[in-house]
């Protein structure tokens, strides 16, 4: 079971988070609310194809990007929640800055995704103090420089290790363990090969007891697999969640929603969930 502010869900299916960028056009800028108006329509889109959280994020943290100021951060996510949550729909929101969570949770976000799984000053508490819940992901490093060269001893320790004790700082705080979730973070300071060893034993960080977030949606992992631009990576992205799912993820993070149902939905007439042999 999972709780997410008013929401519960129970967790007896895999769940589709869709990802809901709001970030400036780069080609066309017809203003901030152009762009507000975009990740809104988007969204309801992500719904209508089955996502059951949407995941709204106003600062990019792949490899190399620009920061964003929380000012700037706020302008772009915050009206995107409040139109969202009007909708009674869950949202989650993808951010490190304790600013932002603080504004969000106050406009009816139901979690809060956080690539630095809480670790800024003050982010625990406000999360604490709230009825969220939190996705704790483990990142190497910081985005801009985390792809040159990461290295690990261990890595399937290392990322359990981190996330075990990061449950552990939350649970310490006050953040009940059925409002967590954690996450591996596929390619946030890792290889190729880092990244499929964390898939290949996804099942080790399962058995922490809380349920486990895969998001490796048109990573560049997957470019690397199969040798395809970002733009036509939909059915490497495809088999990589359903591997997901076989070691037992909970929540898949992706932009292409209805192709993700329609794999879940036979994956889950296959394994008959609720129904008995005939
Ligand atoms: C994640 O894994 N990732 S933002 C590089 C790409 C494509 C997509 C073209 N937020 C995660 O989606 N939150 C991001 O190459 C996340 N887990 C959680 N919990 C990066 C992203 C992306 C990066």
Redesign the pocket.
């Known amino acids: 079971m999972l709780c997410c502010g008013k929401f519960t869900f129970t967790l007896d299916r895999p769940l589709i988070m869709g990802?809901v960028n709001v970030t400036p056009d780069s080609f066309s800028d017809g203003g901030r609310l152009k762009n507000v108006r975009q990740a809104v329509d988007h969204a309801l889109h992500l719904v209508e194809q089955g996502a059951d959280i949407l995941?709204v994020?106003g600062e990019?943290?792949?490899?190399g990007a620009e920061a964003v100021s929380e000012a700037d951060e706020l302008k772009r996510v915050l009206p995107v929640v409040e139109a969202l949550q009007k909708e009674g729909l869950v949202i989650s929101v993808?951010t490190r800055k304790p600013g932002v969570m603080r504004e969000v949770i106050h406009a009816g976000a139901a979690m809060i995704?956080?690539?630095m799984a809480l670790r800024e000053p003050g982010a625990v508490e406000l999360v604490a103090d709230s009825d969220l819940a939190v996705?704790l992901?483990h990142m190497k490093g910081e985005p801009r420089t985390m792809q040159s060269n990461p290295a690990y001893s261990d890595v399937l320790s290392e990322v359990r290790d981190f996330l075990a004790g990061r449950i552990n700082a939350c649970e310490q705080a006050g953040i009940a363990k059925n409002r967590l979730?954690i996450?591996p973070?596929?390619?946030?300071g890792k290889t190729l090969e880092h990244n499929l060893a964390l898939l290949r034993h996804l099942n080790r960080l399962t058995d922490l007891g809380v349920p486990v977030?895969?998001?490796?949606?048109?990573?560049?992992m997957l470019?690397t697999l199969t040798g395809k631009p970002?733009e036509q990576?939909e059915h490497a992205g495809i088999a990589a969640h359903l591997a997901a799912v076989l070691r037992g993820a909970a929540i898949l993070?992706v932009?292409d929603v209805e192709a993700m149902r329609d794999a879940l939905m036979v994956w889950q007439a296959i394994e008959g969930a609720g129904t008995s042999e005939p």
Do not use: E, Q, W
């Not at 990019?60 to 490899?63: H, N, V």
């Not at 977030?213 to 560049?220: Q, T, V, W």
């Open positions: 990802i995941d994020g990019s943290t792949r490899p993808d995704n956080d690539v996705c992901m979730v996450d973070g596929f390619g946030f977030l895969a998001g490796m949606s048109r990573k560049s470019g970002v990576r993070r932009h």
